[in-house]
């Protein structure tokens, strides 16, 4: 059964700090990882898309890392500002007998302090 | 594109009653996925549609949830009866092809079950 950890589940940093999410899971045999963004009261927003052929992707001052053998993946956000401040989810989708699953982590929740 | 539209955003009813959530998908987009998040078990993938054909519903948590897809453009999540446990916001998201293209999410239905 995957489980998906992520660490920490809190974080908060001053303006302009460059920062990392960590997340971590315990079946190595996934499709893919995504990293979601969410805003309180608002629905989740996508951000990256990494396959599991894949080791980095990159969107703006974002950067996710995988590292499928270890089963862990960083989340690195250059330069914070106080929009970044959300609560940041990973998925990773795999298969069990059931069939395809998708599974998230508990998130962790960002603070960008001006 | 308006993006994902999920009606109503709140929902507050009493035990054994029938919940209706409803869902818009992005234009074009085929596939369709419904998630359950709650503090305690935090964000659940409950079905995915794709083409309008449910492809995986291993999610569901018991026969008092259904799903239907009569179209490309509306979803509905059917709860009957509902019971307090089901109180949680649901989210609906959308995909240009399949699961492992990037998720767009609603706002969500934010459901209290009294």
């Known amino acids: 059964k995957q489980e998906v950890t992520q660490i920490p589940a809190a974080l908060s940093v001053p303006e302009g700090e460059n920062l990392v999410l960590n997340c971590s899971f315990t079946?190595?045999?996934?499709?893919?990882l995504q990293w979601f963004r969410q805003d309180p009261g608002k629905g989740l927003t996508s951000l990256l898309l990494i396959q599991s052929s894949q080791r980095e992707q990159t969107s703006g001052r974002l950067n996710a890392s995988l590292d499928k053998s270890s089963g862990r993946s960083t989340l690195y956000i250059a330069a914070s500002q106080p929009g970044d401040s959300a609560t940041y989810l990973c998925a990773v989708e795999g298969w069990d007998n059931a069939g395809n699953m998708l599974t998230f982590g508990g998130g962790t929740r960002l603070m960008v302090k001006p | 594109d308006a993006g994902v539209i999920q009606s109503p955003r709140h929902e507050v009813t009493e035990m054994g009653q029938e919940v209706t959530l409803r869902c818009k998908p992005i234009?074009?987009?085929?596939?369709l996925f419904w998630y359950r998040q709650t503090m305690m078990r935090g964000l659940e993938l409950l079905i995915y549609f794709n083409n309008n054909v449910p492809i995986d519903d291993s999610g569901m948590p018991e026969d008092r949830f259904s799903a239907k897809m009569p179209n490309a453009s509306f979803s509905t999540l059917k709860i009957q009866p509902s019971e307090p446990r089901d109180s949680a916001v649901y989210f609906c998201?959308?995909?240009?092809?399949?699961?492992?293209?990037?998720?767009?999410f609603g706002p969500g239905t934010r459901l209290t079950v009294l």
């Open positions: 234009s074009g987009h085929n596939s």
């Open positions: 079946d190595s045999a996934i499709y893919n």
């Open positions: 998201a959308s995909s240009l092809v399949s699961r492992t293209d990037t998720q767009y």
